[in-house]
């Protein structure tokens, strides 16, 4: 463990502790409870060993902390629910929200999700928590309408945002007290197909800005959809991107052409890594290692695995990586 531990902290200084390996999904049911939803975090990580665990809260966006509830009679093949009815429905509505406490409800109880993992399984394991965006939060609390409520109620859109972002913010902060090494910050907005370049600089970035700062811990950028805006998040103050590399492109070795960043990628989440054989996935490992010669690599997912993954992909995921740094 400690020396998974000393690839972390080499990669958060700088460094390059050859290829990293993380891999990552939802554990629908054992997320509805924050002590079942350790010990599946915890079993899932004493299994695969991955030289971090990222740790997945229900779906929902953490919009669950304004009252959004998932439909949870309806669950997909990587343990993502249905969604549920808007909380935020007219744009006037935005001007209605308030900061959500951090510290007790669904925020408090995905800390305590934090705490429960330090705790069993001790100082050396680098823990990563998710953190949604607050554009992204909103999307989910309104149905994706608040893009066209920017529009049709300026000041009461941005209202909401602010108690949004506060939150948001103050949830990534406790973050790390509760025990997390680093921050998962996932994006919807920065897309071509969401908000465009001129309107996410406007409205999405300053708010992104705020959280990561506030967060005060190593950050992998994770832009979820197609067309991401990486001109527009280039500056971020963030330790690695993510994205969907396999499925939407660009590739890793197109971005590591246009960036010294670590990359996080490599492994297409609707691909083989479900779907495939040790074999298959093996190879789509070295591809990827292959497109990233510098060692500055997270081979990880564009997006959660499925749930059904078989177990001897995800050591293939491990055990190719392992002999890369070895060799």
Same mark, same amino acid.
């Given at each position: 463990?400690?020396?998974?531990?000393?690839?972390?902290?080499?990669?958060?200084?700088?460094?390059?502790?050859?290829?990293?390996?993380?891999?990552?999904?939802?554990?629908?049911?054992?997320?509805?409870?924050?002590?079942?939803?350790?010990?599946?975090?915890?079993?899932?990580?004493?299994?695969?060993?991955?030289?971090?665990?990222?740790? /997945?809260? /229900?779906?929902?966006?953490?919009?669950?902390?304004?009252?959004?509830?998932?439909?949870?009679?309806?669950?997909?093949?990587?343990?993502?629910?249905?969604?549920?009815?808007?909380?935020?429905?007219?744009?006037?509505?935005?001007?209605?929200?308030?900061?959500?406490?951090?510290?007790?409800?669904?925020?408090? @109880?995905?800390?305590?999700?934090?705490?429960?993992?330090?705790?069993?399984?001790?100082?050396?394991?680098?823990?990563?928590?998710?953190?949604?965006?607050?554009?992204?939060? $909103?999307?989910?609390?309104?149905?994706?309408?608040?893009?066209?409520?920017?529009?049709?109620?300026?000041?009461?859109?941005?209202?909401?945002? $602010?108690?949004?972002?506060?939150?948001?913010?103050?949830?990534?902060?406790?973050?790390?007290?509760?025990?997390?090494?680093?921050?998962?910050?996932?994006?919807?907005?920065?897309?071509?197909?969401?908000?465009?370049?001129?309107?996410?600089?406007?409205?999405? *970035?300053?708010?992104?800005?705020?959280?990561?700062?506030?967060?005060?811990?190593?950050?992998?950028?994770?832009?979820?959809?197609?067309?991401?805006?990486?001109?527009?998040? $280039?500056?971020?103050?963030?330790?690695? !991107?993510?994205?969907?590399?396999?499925?939407?492109?660009?590739?890793?070795?197109?971005?590591?052409?246009?960036?010294?960043?670590?990359?996080?990628?490599?492994?297409?989440?609707?691909?083989?890594?479900?779907?495939? @054989?040790? *074999?298959? !996935?093996?190879?789509?490992?070295?591809?990827?290692?292959?497109?990233?010669?510098?060692? *500055?690599?997270?081979?990880?997912?564009?997006?959660?695995?499925?749930?059904?993954?078989?177990?001897?992909?995800?050591?293939?995921?491990?055990?190719?990586?392992?002999?890369?740094?070895?060799?």
């Amino acid at each position: 463990m400690a020396d998974r531990n000393e690839r972390w902290t080499e990669l958060v200084r700088g460094g390059t502790p050859g290829p990293l390996s993380a891999l990552w999904r939802h554990f629908p049911g054992d997320d509805l409870d924050p002590e079942r939803l350790a010990r599946a975090h915890a079993d899932f990580y004493r299994r695969f060993p991955f030289d971090f665990l990222k740790v /997945t809260w /229900t779906a929902g966006s953490l919009g669950q902390a304004w009252g959004y509830r998932c439909e949870l009679s309806r669950v997909d093949a990587y343990g993502v629910y249905g969604d549920g009815p808007p909380v935020v429905q007219r744009a006037a509505q935005w001007a209605d929200l308030e900061p959500a406490a951090v510290d007790r409800g669904f925020l408090g @109880d995905q800390l305590d999700v934090l705490a429960r993992l330090r705790r069993e399984l001790g100082e050396h394991v680098p823990l990563v928590a998710t953190v949604f965006s607050p554009m992204t939060v $909103a999307a989910t609390l309104s149905g994706a309408k608040v893009y066209a409520h920017l529009g049709e109620d300026p000041a009461a859109t941005r209202a909401g945002l $602010a108690a949004v972002t506060a939150t948001i913010a103050a949830f990534a902060r406790k973050a790390g007290e509760a025990g997390a090494d680093g921050i998962f910050y996932a994006t919807s907005s920065a897309s071509g197909r969401v908000l465009g370049p001129e309107r996410f600089r406007a409205f999405a *970035r300053p708010l992104d800005l705020e959280v990561i700062a506030a967060s005060q811990l190593p950050t992998i950028l994770h832009l979820h959809g197609e067309d991401p805006l990486f001109a527009e998040v $280039a500056d971020y103050p963030v330790l690695a !991107v993510n994205w969907h590399d396999r499925r939407v492109g660009p590739s890793l070795a197109d971005m590591r052409r246009l960036t010294d960043r670590v990359l996080a990628g490599g492994v297409n989440d609707q691909g083989v890594i479900g779907s495939g @054989d040790p *074999r298959e !996935v093996a190879a789509e490992v070295e591809d990827a290692l292959r497109q990233v010669p510098d060692g *500055r690599l997270i081979v990880a997912p564009g997006c959660v695995i499925p749930v059904d993954s078989a177990a001897a992909n995800l050591d293939a995921v491990i055990a190719t990586v392992r002999r890369a740094r070895e060799g």
